[in-house]
T-cell receptor, first 118, second 117 residues
Framework: AQKVTQAQTEISVVEKEDVTLDCVYE???????LFWYKQPPSGELVFLIR??????QNEISGRYSWNFQKSTSSFNFTITASQVVDSAVYFC???????????????FGKGTLLTVNP | EPEVTQTPSHQVTQMGQEVILRCVPI?????FYWYRQILGQKVEFLVS????????KSEIFDDQFSVERPDGSNFTLKIRSTKLEDSAMYFC???????????????FGDGTRLSIL
């Protein structure tokens, strides 16, 4: 069964600090997909990034970057120069390629509440 | 940018009543999902739907729940006899199918907050 663990329940930083959100996953599949979603105080879920299990290249997109390491089953997400608008709950999610065929249901972690103070 | 639309944004219902939550997925998406999030907790998968039938459902999705795609645009979640523990935010999501391609991300609606009294 697939499982996602976000050990950090809450993180508080001061604006312009860099912050890394941790995510550890468990899966028996060799092909899977990892995601980060953001849930601001207004409640909607916003897709941020996606990574395939066969592509460990780490990337930077603006102020966001992610570090995917299959050896440690981790998919960490970093925000550089944080801003107050980054304050939200961040969810890491996993979907397995073989789950129900091509169903790709998402299994979410419990989320990390990030508070960026001015 | 196209988006998933959910109505209503907030539904208040007496325990034991039936409730229908509505969703309009992104028009060219073929996979549809319902998730729920009890206040302060993680988002949980309920059901997925493809080609006019349920492709997978979780243990939460018992006989009180049903889904339907009554026409070419709407996707509904019905709870027949609501319980207090059904109070949660319900999210609809849809996904594009890319044949021979990788898993596309699910795009979520803004959610319906269901309050059972």
């Amino acid at each position: 069964a697939q499982k996602v663990t976000q050990a950090q329940t809450e993180i508080s930083v001061v604006e312009k600090e860099d912050v890394t959100l941790d995510c550890v996953y468990e899966t028996r599949d060799t092909t899977y997909y990892l995601f980060w979603y953001k849930q601001p105080p207004s409640g909607e879920l916003v897709f941020l990034i996606r990574r395939n299990s066969f592509d460990e290249q780490n990337e930077i997109s603006g102020r966001y970057s992610w570090n995917f390491q299959k050896s440690t089953s981790s998919f960490n997400f970093t925000i550089t120069a944080s801003q107050v608008v980054d304050s939200a709950v961040y969810f890491c999610a996993l979907s397995e390629a073989t789950s129900g065929g091509s169903n790709y249901k998402l299994t979410f972690g419990k989320g990390t509440l990030l508070t960026v103070n001015p | 940018e196209p988006e998933v639309t959910q109505t209503p944004s907030h539904q208040v219902t007496q325990m034991g009543q039936e409730v229908i939550l509505r969703c309009v997925p992104i028009s060219n998406h073929l996979y549809f999902y319902w998730y729920r999030q009890i206040l302060g907790q993680k988002v949980e998968f309920l059901v997925s739907f493809y080609n006019n039938e349920i492709s997978e459902k979780s243990e939460i999705f018992d006989d009180q729940f049903s889904v339907e795609r009554p026409d070419g645009s709407n996707f509904t979640l019905k709870i027949r006899s609501t319980k207090l523990e059904d109070s949660a935010m319900y999210f609809c999501a849809s996904r594009l199918q890319v044949y021979g391609g990788s898993n596309q991300p699910q795009h979520f609606g803004d959610g319906t907050r269901l309050s059972i009294l």
